[in-house]
Nanobody, 127 residues
Framework: QVQLVESGGGLVQAGGSLRLSCAFS????????MGWFRQAPGKEREFVAA????????SYADSVKGRFTISRDNAKNLVYLQMNSLKPEDTAVYYC????????????????????WGQGTQVTVSS
């Protein structure tokens, strides 16, 4: 089965940067579309960013567009979320998710569309 393990979370000051990583195992990574979601205290989990199997397509939530970048390395079975210009409202547990397998390239932005989830990594942005 697919396993996802996030890393890279931590405490950072507003305006700072963090890079989250998600390690994928158990199946052929390049056949899975990937996404990042987050859940702040007292709020529902929300979409952050997504990337297609080949990395040819990406999608971002409006709240992070221009500040966050999703990427993947299909040779290393890793997906990344580079987060710049962080704000206190970015504080949340960040989850990596996968959907597939498929030989068709696509991005998915809805939580219900994903099949596999990591355990999450905490990101805290102080003001």
């Amino acid at each position: 089965q697919v396993q996802l393990v996030e890393s890279g979370g931590g405490l950072v000051q507003a305006g700072g940067s963090l890079r989250l990583s998600c390690a994928f195992s158990g199946r052929t990574f390049s056949n899975y579309a990937m996404g990042w979601f987050r859940q702040a205290p007292g709020k529902e989990r929300e979409f952050v960013a997504a990337i297609s199997q080949s990395a040819g397509s990406t999608s971002y939530a409006d709240s992070v567009k221009g500040r966050f970048t999703i990427s993947r390395d299909n040779a290393k079975n890793l997906v990344y979320l580079q987060m710049n210009s962080l704000k206190p409202e970015d504080t949340a547990v960040y989850y990596c998710a996968a959907v597939g397998p498929s030989y068709i390239d696509y991005v998915r932005t809805k939580e219900a569309e994903y099949d596999y989830w990591g355990q999450g990594t905490q990101v805290t942005v102080s003001s």
